[in-house]
């Protein structure tokens, strides 16, 4: 069992009860909602006859099913008008701040709340979204929870949880040059599997963590749910505490340094007991890229479809289902593999960094024809940012549109999806099956600049070959 | 069709079984994204599994289990490993609910898909892997059979056999007991509650 840890010591300053069933009370710090998952949340509030225990530890936005080429209301979508409409009301009525379309401050609700300074260390994060694990890039313990539950910290401020254990990934040596933390969490859920975290928090540690920005820490953070983990972590410090200086909702004047001192003080110590250890090394990862229909198919962009050979025997029935709806051929490269659609956005890479990497491949280059390329920014802040250091316009120079923020096609809520068998390479977070709005539509997940890359060629492509030229 | 949705205590499911074979099936494919824009869950149960069973509407191998004549009414679902990973959206368990399943026993589960249906009041219990195919293959060679899912003795019977499965104590004990909607649980803490709040640093010492 573990002890010491991060997760430990959040875990005990946040529990309210034991209960009944044996599982824990567990106060949530900081309760994030959107207009997906709360419209039938605050339905079974209201049957209740409950209020919101306290709305200004709730802060909610729109990120879904918001369109990214024209977002006047009404949207053009009437269940989509409806969605938004009910998020609104159900925050004027309980008092909850909305950061809406046009405040500014609007964005996918991941990366607006590190953004504004609302994620800090130490804090419990939940939201009813599966990819709110981002937030432990800061050293929260932050995990994605479902409607009944949404419903459950809005009259409690508290959710019924067990504890789980936790693993540590550590990580040496560095990232090579066009390798990024996207690479790092495909090549750790690759090893691992997408149920190997069943059951476990994931602490990300190790020089190659430590060496790693914030905004790479949240994509690392993102993705453990993708490996099975419902929460992951990193340990606060000073790339931490240098992130959250100065931003609106982070401790300011005196309190900052009082802030400091705890924060610094939730990180893992020597003597940390974990109930696992698994180790990587950084050096050895190449640009990642998933082939089949789970995060966990991935490859190097090097190598080639695996064969049922090379596959564990447990996991052939998935490689075939996976060879059929890609129709992938085992044993061909994956470089080289045509795309249709090349997306640069979401909660995993919507931040101003991942934009940055784009563009330094799409500089001075054109997107192939026939080649549909679109780049869709995390927040309002992150286009304001972007386009004032010009991105923008680097990118439409190079055939890419450039949009208005929201989840886009990550998932298919909005005007933004595929076609048919289209295929898409994806700075996204899920290759599953239809999840990009078609049926049949097929997804290849990367890092932004693997998907710049891939616009500018057609296909797949190593982006290191890019960024040497 | 189907019988109420859960309500009270749970010690027993009873009905007909169905199987959906596979690994990893995510909570997009038990419920597509496209169905998720609504602010009810009521209309979701027809939508349950809806591409899959598209997909095999016309194939070799379909059509789809959950279209199946003789697995309408069905009340059990049988799965195999990390069913109902991906996505948080409970409209995954209430879309499965709506369509009539009332517990779900696999290899295993994703965890917040298994909270949320025990939020619901859906039992979802497990069985090692040769187990689960023995089940699979039983209730597969017997669509007609009726199975009872004992919660408190953690074990399905039906169609003359009897399988023991496991249930963790504190969901077994919840379900037994009606305890399973955790509201009132937690809203019966309220003088915890503000102590835990009150010992909190970032909402109390370097608050601003």
Same mark, same amino acid.
């Given at each position: /069992?573990?002890?010491?840890?991060? $997760?430990?010591?959040?875990?005990?300053?946040?529990?309210?009860?034991?209960?009944?069933?044996?599982?824990?009370?567990?106060?949530?710090?900081? &309760?994030?909602?959107?207009?997906?998952?709360?419209?039938?949340?605050?339905?079974?509030?209201?049957?209740?006859?409950?209020?919101?225990?306290?709305?200004?530890?709730?802060?909610?936005?729109?990120?879904? @099913?918001?369109?990214?080429?024209?977002?006047?209301?009404?949207?053009?979508?009437?269940?989509?008008?409806?969605?938004?409409?009910?998020?609104?009301?159900?925050?004027?009525? &309980?008092?909850?701040?909305?950061?809406?379309?046009?405040?500014?401050?609007?964005? +996918?609700?991941?990366?607006?709340?590190?953004?504004?300074?609302?994620?800090?260390?130490?804090?419990? !994060?939940?939201?009813?979204?599966? &990819?709110?694990?981002?937030?432990?890039?800061?050293?929260?313990?932050?995990?994605?929870?479902?409607?009944?539950?949404?419903?459950?910290?809005?009259?409690?401020?508290?959710?019924?949880?067990?504890?789980? /254990?936790?693993?540590?990934?550590?990580?040496? #040596?560095?990232?090579?040059?066009? !390798?990024?933390?996207?690479?790092? !969490?495909?090549?750790?859920?690759?090893?691992?599997?997408?149920?190997?975290?069943?059951? $476990?928090? $994931?602490?990300?540690?190790?020089?190659?963590?430590?060496?790693?920005?914030?905004?790479?820490?949240?994509?690392?953070?993102?993705?453990? +749910?993708?490996?099975?983990?419902?929460?992951?972590?990193?340990?606060?410090?000073?790339?931490?505490?240098? $992130?959250?200086?100065?931003?609106?909702?982070?401790?300011?004047?005196?309190?900052?340094?009082?802030?400091?001192?705890?924060?610094?003080?939730?990180?893992?110590?020597?003597?940390?007991?974990?109930?696992?250890?698994?180790?990587?090394?950084?050096?050895? @990862?190449?640009?990642?890229?998933?082939?089949? @229909?789970?995060? #966990?198919?991935?490859?190097?962009?090097?190598?080639?479809?695996?064969?049922?050979?090379?596959?564990?025997?447990?996991?052939?029935?998935?490689?075939?289902?996976?060879?059929?709806?890609?129709?992938?051929?085992?044993?061909?490269?994956?470089?080289?593999?045509?795309?249709?659609?090349?997306?640069?956005?979401?909660?995993?890479?919507?931040?101003?960094?991942?934009?940055?990497?784009?563009?330094?491949?799409?500089?001075?280059?054109?997107?192939?024809?026939?080649?549909?390329?679109?780049?869709?920014?995390?927040?309002?802040?992150?286009?304001?940012?972007?386009?004032?250091?010009?991105?923008?316009?680097?990118?439409?120079?190079?055939?890419?549109?450039?949009?208005?923020?929201?989840?886009? /096609?990550?998932?298919?809520?909005?005007?933004?999806?595929?076609?048919?068998?289209?295929?898409?390479?994806?700075?996204?977070?899920?290759?599953?099956?239809?999840?990009?709005?078609?049926?049949?539509?097929?997804?290849?997940?990367?890092?932004?600049? /693997? !998907?710049?890359?891939?616009?500018?060629?057609?296909?797949?492509?190593?982006?290191?070959?890019?960024?040497?030229? | 069709?189907?019988?109420?949705?859960?309500?009270?205590?749970?010690?027993?499911?009873?009905?007909?079984?169905?199987?959906?074979?596979?690994?990893?099936?995510?909570?997009?494919?038990?419920?597509?994204?496209?169905?998720?824009?609504?602010?009810?869950? *009521?209309?979701?149960?027809?939508?349950?599994?809806?591409?899959?069973?598209? *997909?095999?509407?016309?194939?070799?191998?379909?059509?789809?289990?959950?279209?199946?004549?003789?697995?309408?009414?069905?009340?059990?679902?049988?799965?195999?490993?990390?069913?109902?990973?991906?996505?948080?959206?409970?409209?995954?368990?209430?879309?499965?609910?709506?369509?009539?399943?009332?517990?779900?026993?696999? *290899?295993?589960?994703?965890?917040?898909?298994?909270?949320?249906?025990?939020?619901?009041?859906?039992?979802?219990?497990?069985?090692?892997?040769?187990?689960?195919?023995?089940?699979?293959?039983?209730?597969?060679?017997?669509?007609?059979?009726?199975?009872?899912?004992?919660?408190?003795?953690?074990?399905?019977?039906?169609?003359?056999?009897?399988?023991?499965?496991?249930?963790?104590?504190?969901?077994?004990?919840?379900?037994?007991?009606?305890?399973?909607?955790?509201?009132?649980?937690?809203?019966?803490?309220?003088?915890?509650?503000?102590?835990?709040?009150?010992?909190?640093?970032?909402?109390?010492?370097?608050?601003?």
């Amino acid at each position: /069992m573990s002890a010491g840890t991060l $997760y430990d010591k959040v875990w005990a300053l946040h529990q309210v009860a034991e209960l009944p069933g044996g599982s824990t009370q567990l106060f949530i710090g900081l &309760h994030l909602i959107h207009e997906v998952t709360s419209p039938q949340a605050f339905a079974a509030l209201k049957d209740l006859g409950l209020s919101v225990r306290h709305p200004e530890s709730t802060v909610a936005t729109v990120d879904h @099913i918001v369109p990214t080429t024209s977002q006047a209301r009404p949207f053009a979508d009437p269940l989509a008008e409806e969605m938004l409409a009910t998020l609104e009301a159900n925050c004027a009525e &309980h008092g909850i701040t909305l950061h809406g379309l046009g405040s500014g401050r609007q964005g +996918i609700v991941h990366v607006i709340a590190p953004e504004l300074g609302l994620t800090q260390p130490g804090m419990t !994060v939940a939201c009813g979204d599966s &990819h709110t694990s981002t937030h432990g890039a800061f050293g929260a313990i932050a995990f994605g929870i479902g409607t009944s539950q949404v419903r459950d910290v809005l009259a409690s401020q508290s959710l019924a949880m067990g504890k789980l /254990m936790v693993r540590r990934i550590w990580v040496d #040596g560095q990232l090579q040059s066009g !390798v990024y933390a996207k690479d790092l !969490v495909l090549h750790v859920i690759r090893t691992l599997g997408v149920k190997g975290g069943v059951g $476990y928090a $994931y602490e990300f540690a190790g020089p190659a963590i430590e060496a790693l920005s914030m905004e790479e820490r949240m994509t690392l953070c993102n993705m453990a +749910i993708e490996g099975g983990a419902r929460c992951g972590y990193v340990n606060p410090d000073q790339t931490t505490f240098d $992130y959250l200086q100065g931003r609106p909702f982070a401790p300011g004047g005196e309190a900052w340094d009082r802030a400091v001192a705890w924060w610094s003080s939730l990180a893992s110590g020597p003597d940390a007991v974990f109930d696992d250890e698994v180790r990587f090394d950084a050096s050895a @990862i190449a640009p990642t890229i998933t082939w089949g @229909i789970t995060p #966990g198919q991935g490859i190097g962009v090097d190598e080639t479809v695996p064969t049922l050979e090379q596959t564990d025997p447990d996991e052939r029935p998935l490689a075939e289902e996976a060879y059929r709806y890609m129709d992938l051929q085992p044993g061909t490269p994956i470089a080289g593999t045509p795309v249709d659609v090349c997306f640069i956005g979401s909660c995993t890479n919507g931040r101003l960094s991942d934009l940055q990497a784009a563009a330094a491949v799409a500089k001075g280059r054109h997107v192939a024809p026939g080649i549909k390329a679109f780049v869709v920014p995390g927040s309002e802040q992150v286009a304001a940012a972007a386009e004032a250091e010009g991105l923008d316009q680097v990118f439409t120079a190079a055939g890419f549109e450039w949009r208005e923020p929201g989840c886009s /096609m990550c998932l298919a809520m909005n005007p933004d999806r595929l076609e048919g068998r289209q295929i898409s390479a994806s700075s996204s977070n899920r290759n599953f099956k239809g999840r990009q709005g078609s049926a049949t539509g097929r997804t290849l997940l990367m890092s932004p600049a /693997m !998907v710049a890359a891939a616009a500018i060629a057609g296909k797949v492509t190593d982006v290191r070959q890019l960024l040497t030229v | 069709m189907a019988t109420p949705f859960p309500f009270g205590p749970i010690p027993a499911v009873t009905g007909t079984a169905v199987v959906v074979r596979g690994d990893d099936i995510d909570t997009d494919r038990i419920i597509p994204a496209r169905f998720l824009k609504c602010v009810t869950f *009521e209309a979701l149960g027809p939508a349950a599994f809806a591409d899959d069973r598209a *997909e095999l509407a016309d194939a070799p191998a379909g059509p789809h289990p959950f279209d199946r004549p003789e697995h309408q009414g069905a009340a059990i679902l049988l799965v195999n490993r990390n069913f109902g990973c991906g996505s948080s959206r409970e409209h995954a368990p209430q879309a499965l609910m709506r369509w009539g399943i009332r517990a779900v026993v696999g *290899e295993s589960f994703a965890e917040i898909f298994y909270g949320n249906c025990l939020a619901l009041g859906i039992p979802c219990l497990t069985a090692g892997h040769d187990l689960m195919l023995a089940i699979q293959a039983a209730a597969a060679a017997d669509p007609a059979a009726v199975f009872t899912l004992d919660v408190a003795a953690q074990a399905l019977s039906g169609a003359g056999q009897s399988w023991p499965l496991e249930l963790a104590a504190g969901p077994r004990q919840m379900l037994s007991t009606g305890q399973w909607d955790a509201t009132s649980q937690l809203l019966a803490h309220g003088a915890d509650l503000e102590a835990t709040a009150a010992r909190l640093p970032y909402l109390v010492t370097f608050a601003a």
